[in-house]
């Protein structure tokens, strides 16, 4: 379904959807037979919703597909994730609130460590403090070349975003991060002959700031990757009708929100009880909240099932907060699966959960993969699940008399 | 989800897949309330093998449509079987190791029997001996007409292929085979103006036959029918970057792999048995294994609800030669569905099995469709298979950051 269709039929109403983003949420049993992280933990609140709740396993991508944070995020906002691909410079711009336009083309910057042969010894200049970002970063913002407008914008640690800003720079340029070390990191590659000016302008900063870092070991160069432009993409406000707001820690999550037009809430702490906290305090300014929870995933990534399976209880011990808020609808799932045994994001279905006083139960007491096997979402596109909340949150018309 | 968007994330990797395909393996019970041919079958090792495998029924072509060998083929292994067509025609000249080539338009042939009147009397021709349908069809190679080449290769009995080959040759040409007997074979009909000049050589094809086999009773006459040229498909290893081989012991099977671009393995002998040991002999050459089981096809058609259970049963005591081999992924399915109650190829979805290491395990130890029908993989395209067999194999890249 399109959603050019979808927003025909759109149609307003004093309702509120909640989403529950715990990243890579969906998981795998530690030995065969056994239970998912999700299917482990202790949850008695998640457990009473799904009573009350349709459930499902959603696809992100496509089947077999392993989803980023970004292409899994834009399914379960309601995008169709290959029709609307964001390169990871864009993302990383976005998460540190640059403002970017259709001139911009942007990338993952890293300060490095490079030995007197110009070989690679560390590749994260051994993650330098956020303060010595800063300043290196204040640094290359003196590079000035004719023709283009630099940006940079510290991330964190070694890591910042680098933006370019021309007429007509091409999008398909190579990344210059070797991804080992004992080598030269690369220069950067055309991908072709619109963005031949863009890889010269990159190419010469990147021996600019060579120069300039040369005595700042251990960040005495840095490397560049994923360069990416802004895709289009059609607002909550424009498809759904929805004034939309996200709670998030972290930049890409912040940034992919910003994306879709949410607004980024701001936060009072960095737990995710302080997420629950943002969303109380703005309840009666928005329609739609977006909440994400990262830890799941950093657990997932590192192969600590125990701790994913804490940070899933923790997220239970908040839901009666939200319940008490009194959302038409409630949607608990994930962008993606990263089961702790893989160690790694995964293609497995995402079990997912959708509340709603309209919602026809299906009657299973229980939030985990195998309850949410029986449900009645099935399994589907992780994009299906924004039309069924909004529906359910009354906020779709008729098709046809 | 485009082959051309899974293509580009398509990685090497040093794992195996078999895929075991009894053709027409999907059934319907006896009676009301009684089991499949499937559930029927005692099969110990198929069992087991599902406990640790992901289940789920697989839709050929879409909802309602019953596929042909060929279309059914192409959809598990990967293809969309509406946008890749390939005719009856064209599989009986790969199947019989006739390299066709873009000018080329290949039917299906056979002899058949007329009467004093020019009716039909058989339409096989009482199945004549191999060795009469090999001197009929040097017969036939007599025959030129200017400005086309023919090309016959005889299949088996009463069959053979028909080629033609000449510039621009239409492929829309209708059928002669009437379906009945006491009538007149028809003459070729062109569907549209290119393909006229081809119709045209074919009925000169067809009277000529007829004069040359007037005194050749039974097979005085020759029919052609499925009409079509080789459609142009990515192979395995340029999409999937797997290095491929087929197991089939039939034509059209052998013929169906190739156009795919897997290698098509000798046999020792014709016994599913024999197939199984092409793939031991082979397993250290190819990184995928296709291996086609017809007689489960054979007996559907015919009605044979026991001897399909027999065959289903024949292929669960060589399952563990397959499970010795150490595959990384398994596939068991089927092309279509054939229930010896309806003695003919079905429109109902086929149950499948997908093991691996990493599958999130539905904890159902039974391979049938009811038990499918229970599975994570749930109620999928066919098509679909090959990218979630590829995921488990660890040969997809991760889409996006």
Tied chains: 1, 2.
């Excluded at 990338?107 to 330098?128: E, V």
């Excluded at 560049?224 to 289009?232: D, H, I, S, T």
């Excluded at 929100?257 to 309840?283: Q, R, Y």
Aim: glycine share 10%; net charge negative.
């Amino acid at each position: 379904m399109e959603l050019k269709f979808l927003q025909k039929l759109a149609m307003p109403a004093q309702t509120k959807i909640a989403m529950i983003i715990m990243d890579g949420l969906g998981g795998l049993p530690l030995e065969p037979g056994g239970k998912t992280e999700l299917e482990t933990a202790h949850t008695p609140n998640l457990d009473a919703l799904a009573a009350r709740s349709a459930l499902g396993l959603t696809i992100p991508v496509g089947p077999g597909i392993t989803a980023g944070s970004g292409p899994g995020h834009l399914s379960i906002f309601g995008y169709d994730p290959i029709e609307y691909e964001i390169g990871r410079g864009a993302l990383e711009a976005l998460g540190v609130d640059f403002e970017l336009s259709p001139d911009d083309l942007a990338a993952r910057g890293n300060f490095c460590t490079l030995d007197a042969n110009g070989l690679l010894t560390d590749r994260r200049a051994g993650r330098i403090p956020n303060e010595l970002g800063r300043e290196l970063a204040e640094l290359l913002r003196t590079i000035k070349i004719d023709g283009v407008e630099f940006f940079i914008e510290p991330v964190k640690e070694h890591r910042f975003a680098f933006v370019m800003r021309a007429p007509a720079l091409g999008e398909k340029l190579s990344d210059t991060d070797p991804l080992k070390i004992g080598v030269t990191p690369l220069p950067i590659y055309a991908g072709g002959p619109e963005s031949e000016k863009a890889a010269e302008f990159a190419n010469r900063f990147i021996r600019q700031a060579g120069s300039l870092l040369v005595d700042k070991q251990p960040a005495n160069m840095i490397m560049l990757r994923g360069f990416a432009k802004f895709p289009k993409i059609p607002s909550y406000q424009e498809i759904f009708g929805l004034h939309s707001a996200a709670i998030a820690v972290n930049g890409m999550y912040r940034g992919v929100a910003k994306l879709v037009g949410m607004t980024v809430l701001p936060l009072e702490g960095t737990t995710i009880a302080d997420e629950f906290s943002a969303m109380e305090k703005n309840w009666n300014e928005f329609d739609f909240f977006y909440l994400h929870i990262k830890q799941t995933d950093t657990c997932g990534e590192n192969g600590d099932f125990e701790g994913k399976v804490g940070v899933i209880e923790q997220v239970d011990a908040l839901i009666p907060r939200l319940i008490a808020l009194q959302p038409e609808v409630i949607i608990v799932s994930g962008d993606h699966s990263s089961p702790a045994v893989l160690k790694a994001h995964s293609w497995h279905p995402v079990p997912t959960l959708l509340y709603s006083k309209d919602v026809r139960p299906d009657g299973i007491s229980e939030f985990g993969e195998r309850a949410c096997l029986r449900g009645s979402l099935g399994v589907l596109p992780a994009k299906n699940i924004m039309p069924i909340a909004l529906a359910n949150a009354g906020r779709v018309a008729k098709y046809g008399a």
